[in-house]
């Protein structure tokens, strides 16, 4: 066993006793006798996985991170474009016609990787083909205690005839999982108005309450190309009727790919690329709103940063504490390479623009480092039709960009470990960043 899974074990069993900021306290003691404790260097385009040459193109896409919330542990999957036949990757039913996602480890914030897990389709014989996103339960949520990490992914035939959101648990942290429900079931798994696929499932707790949200394109009177919506449950089991958090009365445009978070305030940032948008192309639009349940309320707003470039496609977002008094929005598009910041909880006019050593990516994701939320890692799994994709992590500091504090402070949610029963998050619920 490694020293970096040692540590990883031990503080486990500290952050199961006293909670995660004392087990991180006790874990540093050595470090801080002997003066400020070093960060990890800062990364560029470290590699999570390289595909082998026989991958199908695109190889790899949509790549997505999380930290473990009581301990140093990052989680990265994928969607995983399996070769057509090579028997040092087994699956069952014939590569690639039962595709797993690959679930990966990191015990150093990201400088090396290793497996953890393979998750496959238990459930309809197609595998676990597109749009993973993994996610830590931060309260108590029917059978399933805090703690418990989900999978959302969209279930696909070797066809694309079906689409299926389906969700999976894992209650050892990741090594082994069960499927658990099927929230939304949906047409050809192709991204044309006149089919009724299901996409790109997002999840957050809220308000005693699992939220998941996805893309569809199932209008039952074909008015509409494609709205965003989500379903809840209290049970993991048993899921709400549809709620519409984006839609436009106009059969072409096609709102897609929400990804939400919490702001210091208590409102809630929703980022979408919006296929209609007067600005052309899939131009990426945000929402604000006081419930992360009520968003279709709220006015669609383009992010027009102020050097006139024009974000687009497949955005990501995370807010995280530091960069300014009110921290900093962070916003990623799949079609350029810079970030997009906004440092004044969201106001129209203060979009600014981040040079980043990362590559474009399609959607290209976000993560706010738990020991460091001034550090951002951006998670890329590549561009569409690519032939040489990989997954690949940056990390770069919002504090060197602008080295000033901010008036919420360090923001804990999710810090009071689970294993007790006991529910975690600040507030009514807890979105995606710090």
Avoid at 291 to 313: K, R, V, Y
Avoid at 359 to 383: D, E, F
Avoid at 395 to 407: F, P, V, Y
Wanted: hydrophobic share 35%; net charge negative; with cysteine.
């Amino acid at each position: 066993m490694s020293n970096d899974e040692l540590k990883y074990l031990y503080q486990r069993h500290l952050c199961n006793m006293f909670g995660n900021i004392a087990a991180l306290s006790l874990l540093s003691v050595p470090l801080a006798a002997a003066g400020k404790p070093q960060q990890p260097p800062l990364l560029t385009n470290v590699t999570v996985f390289d595909p082998p040459d026989n991958y199908t193109i695109p190889r790899t896409l949509y790549a997505r991170a999380m930290a473990l919330d009581c301990s140093d542990t990052l989680l990265a999957t994928w969607e995983n474009y399996l070769p057509t036949a090579n028997p040092e990757e087994p699956c069952p039913n014939n590569c690639p016609e039962n595709p797993y996602i690959p679930i990966y480890q990191s015990f150093d914030q990201g400088e090396t990787w290793s497996e953890r897990a393979k998750v496959y389709d238990q459930v309809n014989g197609w595998g676990l083909r597109y749009q993973p996103f993994l996610y830590e339960m931060t309260e108590d949520i029917g059978d399933f205690a805090a703690g418990t990490l989900l999978l959302a992914a969209n279930s696909i035939p070797a066809d694309l005839s079906e689409t299926k959101i389906d969700v999976y648990a894992s209650e050892d942290e990741g090594f082994t999982w069960s499927f658990v429900s099927s929230v939304a079931r949906g047409g050809e798994a192709l991204p044309e108005n006149d089919l009724e696929p299901v996409w790109e499932p997002f999840m957050l707790i809220y308000e005693g309450e699992l939220v998941l949200y996805y893309s569809d394109q199932r209008d039952p009177d074909n008015t509409l190309g494609q709205k965003m919506v989500h379903q809840t449950t209290t049970d993991l089991l048993n899921w709400g009727p549809i709620v519409d958090d984006v839609h436009y009365d106009n059969a072409t445009f096609r709102p897609g790919m929400p990804i939400i978070s919490e702001l210091p305030t208590g409102d809630w940032i929703l980022t979408y690329e919006f296929f209609g948008a007067e600005e052309g192309g899939f131009h990426v639009y945000y929402r604000i709103s006081d419930s992360p349940l009520t968003f279709d309320a709220q006015p669609g707003i383009p992010i027009l940063p102020a050097d006139g470039s024009s974000p687009e496609g497949s955005p990501y977002n995370v807010w995280s504490p530091a960069g300014g008094e009110n921290g900093t929005i962070v916003v990623s598009d799949g079609n350029n390479t810079p970030l997009y910041l906004n440092r004044a909880l969201g106001a129209e006019d203060a979009w600014t623009t981040l040079e980043v050593p990362a590559g474009a990516s399609y959607t290209r994701s976000l993560l706010v480092l738990p020991n460091n939320p001034s550090r951002i890692m951006i998670v890329a799994g590549g561009v569409l039709g690519g032939e040489d994709n990989s997954v690949l992590v940056t990390t770069i500091d919002l504090e060197e960009e602008n080295g000033k504090g901010n008036k919420y402070g360090h923001r804990q949610h999710g810090k009071a470990c689970w294993g007790k029963g006991k529910g975690r998050g600040r507030g009514k619920g807890r979105g995606h960043g710090w």
